[in-house]
């Protein structure tokens, strides 16, 4: 791990947190990958919620689209 030579107190962080929140930080990059998601074509939030559930279980079940 590289440090901040400048840098008198080291920073304190919640290891389980941040490894949670990693997590949370890919799913979301994959979920990017779903043009109709990111780009959010629907307009109504209903549709748009069914569709992010769409693409998380695509995901999950490790379905590779093209």
């Given at each position: 791990?590289?440090?901040?030579?400048?840098?008198?107190?080291?920073?304190?962080?919640?290891?389980?947190?941040?490894?949670?929140?990693?997590?949370?930080?890919?799913?979301?990059?994959?979920?990017?990958?779903f043009?109709?998601?990111?780009?959010?074509?629907?307009?109504?939030?209903?549709?748009?919620?069914?569709?992010?559930?769409?693409?998380?279980?695509?995901?999950?079940l490790?379905?590779?689209?093209?």
């Amino acid at each position: 791990m590289l440090l901040n030579p400048t840098r008198n107190i080291k920073k304190k962080y919640h290891r389980t947190r941040y490894r949670n929140r990693n997590v949370i930080e890919r799913f979301f990059g994959r979920i990017k990958r779903f043009h109709r998601v990111a780009t959010r074509y629907e307009k109504k939030a209903n549709n748009y919620l069914g569709f992010v559930w769409l693409a998380a279980i695509v995901i999950r079940l490790n379905v590779h689209t093209a």
